[in-house]
C-alpha cells in the first residue's frame, strides 16, 4: 500500500505549484543571476541571455508539471525530455564542460527547491520533503539528458573536423579516402559508375609570392566558393591540399562529368580569385577500379590540361593500366 504522505503529495501542491508555474520567468531569472554570480566578463558577454530566456521557462514548466502527476514517478513527457536535452546547448555553445552543465543544473534544482519552500511554508514539512526528493529524482535524469545531449554534439564535432580542411571548410583526404571506398564497394555491388575530378589551381604560387600567403588563402576560398556553387548537391568537393582539389561524382560517366568539369572552370573563371584552373576527369569503372588508380588516372589528365593550356581534359584509354605499370 502506498505511503499516505506520497498518496497526498500531488493534491498538496496544486496550488503551490500553479503559482510557481505562474512566475516560472522569475525562476528563470533566478537560475540566471546564479550563473552571472559565477561568470567571468567575457563568459558574460557571451552567453545567450535571449535564448535562456526563452527556453527555459517552458522547461520549468514541465519540470513543476511533472512533479504534480498523481501517479508513478516523476518523469517529463517527450517534449520535455527534448528541452532538457537541448539545455546542454545553452552552456555547451559556449565552450561549457559538463561539468559546468551539472552546476548550472544544480544550480537550477536549488531555486525550484528555495521557491517551493516559501509556498509551502511549515504547513507540511512531510510533503515538502518528498516534494524535494521527487525533484533529485527528475533532476537525475535531467542532467543525464543534457550531459549526453553536450557530449553528442562535441563528438560531432570532432568527427566534423577530423573530415573539413580548416580554410576552406571542404572535405579533406581523410575523408576522400573513405569516400571512395565506399563508392568502389558500391560499384562492385551494383555496378554503379562514379567520377573523380582532380583539379590544380595555376598561378598560387605567383599570387602568393607578390602579394603574400593571406592573398593566396583568400583565393583558395574564392576557388572553393566557385566549386560549391558549380556542382550537384551530391557531388562532394574536397581539398587534397596545396592548391589541389579533387570533386567526387557518383552515377556520371566520364563524359557527364566532363559538363561538371567545364561548369566548374567557367565558375572559377568568372569570380575573382584571380588563378585559373586546369582539371583532369577520370571514371570507375571506364579508367581505373580502385581509388590509388582512379585518383592516378584523374591527376595524369589534369596534368595534360595544364600541358595544353585547356580547362578540361578527360584520361585517355588505357591510362589506368600505364599507372599501374609505372615504378
Known sequence: MPDPDV???????????????????????????????????????????????????????????????????????????????????????QGASASDLARDLTALQSVIVAALRRELDDRD?????????????????????????????????????????????????????EHLQQLLDHHRRYGHPFSVLLLDMDGLKRLNDSRGHAAGDRALVAVAEAIRAAIRRVDTPVRIGGDEFCVVAPQQTASRARVIADRIAESIDAGDSGVGISIGVASCPQHAVDAEHLLETGDEAMYRAKAAGRSVAVAEPGAAARAADAP
Do not use: C
Not at 552571472?36 to 508539471?65: F, K, M, Q, V, W
Not at 521527487?134 to 573536423?161: D, V, W, Y
Open 125 to 177: 514539512p512531510h510533503v515538502f520533503v518528498d516534494a524535494v526528493d521527487r525533484l533529485a529524482t527528475a533532476f537525475g535524469g535531467i542532467q543525464a539528458a543534457a550531459i549526453e545531449q553536450l557530449l553528442g554534439k562535441r563528438e560531432r564535432e570532432l568527427e566534423r573536423l577530423a573530415h573539413t580542411d580548416p580554410l576552406t571548410g571542404l572535405y579533406n583526404v581523410r575523408f576522400l579516402q
Open 7 to 93: 498518496r497526498r503529495l500531488p493534491a498538496a501542491l496544486d496550488e503551490p505549484l500553479a503559482r510557481l508555474h505562474e512566475g516560472r520567468e522569475e525562476l528563470a531569472k533566478a537560475w540566471l543571476l546564479r550563473l552571472l554570480e559565477r561568470a567571468s566578463l567575457d563568459e558574460i558577454e557571451r552567453l545567450p541571455t535571449d535564448r535562456i530566456a526563452r527556453e527555459l521557462p517552458p522547461l520549468i514548466s514541465d519540470i513543476l508539471r511533472a512533479l504534480g502527476v498523481k501517479d508513478g514517478p516523476m518523469e517529463l513527457d517527450a517534449d520535455g525530455r527534448d528541452r532538457a536535452a537541448r539545455l546542454g546547448e545553452l552552456r555547451g555553445g
